[in-house]
Structures are given as C-alpha cells and as structure tokens.
C-alpha cells in the first residue's frame, strides 16, 4: 500500500519519515517531489573495476546551470535528507524530467527500511540538457511493510552507504567479496 499525503504527513509528525527541508508544497497526493542538489560527480576514469575502488570527481552545478551529455554519465544527490524508519522508500524521476530525456536511477530506485541520506542519483540524458540545482528531479513515494523488520539499513554491518553526506557517492561495490 503507497501512504498518501496525510499518511506522509502523520509518518513525518510520528518521526517515522524525516524529510530536511521539508517544504509543505513539495508534498504531492502520495508522494514528495525531491530536488536536485548542488554537487555532480563523474568517473574520470576510461574503464570502471567493479573489484576495485572508482573514485568520483566532484564539482558545484554553477548558477547558470550545468548541461549534461549524452554518453556521460553522472552521480547526483537530493538536496534533501531523508529517513526512513517503518516504511520502504521508492525514488521515481518525475514526469517532467522524463518528458526531458533525464534518467535519475539506472537500477538504485528501492530504498530500504533505515536508510538515512540524502540519495545519490545515477544520472543520463538522451540529448544535451541544462540543469540547475534546486530542481524538481524526483518523488518519493512510500510504502507500507508487513512484519518486523529485524535489521533496518542503517544497522547492518554491509550497509555501505550510511555516512551522511550532501554528496553524490561512488559505488562501493569493490568492498563486496567476489
């Protein structure tokens, strides 16, 4: 079952859902639009190792907007900062950006009980796009999970992506044993 806005807002008010900031209009019937934040990231490197370690290199979408390119691909983040503590949180791109040719999530759209961050996004285009931070890029919406969840993310020992950070992260994969 997908919570609707009063069930955001009593999820939020319980501490269930934390959402900063949260801003009352970017609450939709059963979702809440998220934004993109000010830092993107691009792998510099020709060839990724999933075995080994692929740094990212950061830099600030400039006022006047930054435009993205089709064969690159980009890390983002959401300028919000998110908790979820009873339900399972769904990133989808908005209709909008999709209409753009923008793709927020190559497979990372599942969020999982405890999560707590702002999200990294994996970004493409399907044609060059300027984008600015601060936009309307996704929503959030949440579901409801049947039964005890017995080790929320945030509390497992494999969680690899649980520092809080405003920053698009790389992928970790490399501290997987394979």
């Not at 900031?21 to 609450?27: E, I, V």
Request: a negative charge; one cysteine or more; hydrophobic letters at 40%.
């Amino acid at each position: 079952m997908i919570l609707s806005d009063a069930a955001i807002l009593n999820a939020i008010e319980a501490g269930s859902i934390v959402i900063e900031p949260f801003k009352r209009s970017a609450l939709g019937s059963n979702s809440y639009d998220v934004h993109l934040g000010k830092y993107l990231g691009i792998y510099p490197q020709t060839i990724l190792d999933a075995r080994q370690h692929n740094p990212i290199e950061l830099f600030e979408i400039p006022a006047a907007g930054y435009i993205l390119q089709p064969h690159e691909f980009y890390l983002g983040a959401t300028l919000e900062y998110t908790e979820t503590h009873a339900h399972v949180p769904f990133l989808e791109g908005k209709s909008s950006i999709g209409r753009l040719g923008i793709d927020i999530h190559a497979t990372a759209g599942k969020g999982d009980v405890g999560f707590c961050n702002h999200w990294t996004l994996e970004i493409s285009v399907k044609k060059p796009v300027r984008v600015y931070a601060g936009m309307p890029i996704g929503q959030l919406i949440y579901f409801e999970v049947e039964g005890i969840v017995e080790n929320a993310y945030q509390h497992k020992q494999s969680a690899k992506y649980n520092q809080r950070t405003p920053y698009p992260v790389e992928s970790m994969m490399w501290k997987n044993k394979f």
